[in-house]
Nanobody, 118 residues
Framework: QVQLVESGGGLVQPGGSLRLSCAASGSTSSINAMGWYRQAPGKERELVAGITRRGTTNYVHSVKGRFTISRDNAKNTVYLQMNSLKPEDTALYYC????????????WGQGTQVTVSS
């Protein structure tokens, strides 16, 4: 079993930056894909970015060129660097992990709120 704990959310002005972190514990050797989902009020949860253990990444079109996902396998941690934030990026961001190369997996964090507002 894998436990995920996110951190790094907050309130930021449009055009600003935030860095989210997600630390995994438990059966971490079984993790392959990790990633970030988000859910805004009244909207479905969507995959923002994912990364495999080998470093293959994918992004939703709306964040390409602004967000960067990375991971430190030695620390069992995945990061999401978010630049040029827009009000439409406001959402609850969730970390997710899977034993396979694709998301979603069965392990979810509790979520961290990102609010982009002036």
């Amino acid at each position: 079993q894998v436990q995920l704990v996110e951190s790094g959310g907050g309130l930021v002005q449009p055009g600003g930056s935030l860095r989210l972190s997600c630390a995994a514990s438990g059966s971490t050797s079984s993790i392959n894909a990790m990633g970030w989902y988000r859910q805004a009020p009244g909207k479905e949860r969507e995959l923002v970015a994912g990364i495999t253990r080998r470093g293959t990444t994918n992004y939703v079109h709306s964040v390409k060129g602004r967000f960067t996902i990375s991971r430190d396998n030695a620390k069992n941690t995945v990061y999401l660097q978010m630049n040029s934030l827009k009000p439409e990026d406001t959402a609850l961001y969730y970390c997710n992990a899977n034993q396979g190369p694709f998301l979603p997996g069965g392990s979810w964090g509790q979520g961290t709120q990102v609010t982009v507002s002036s």
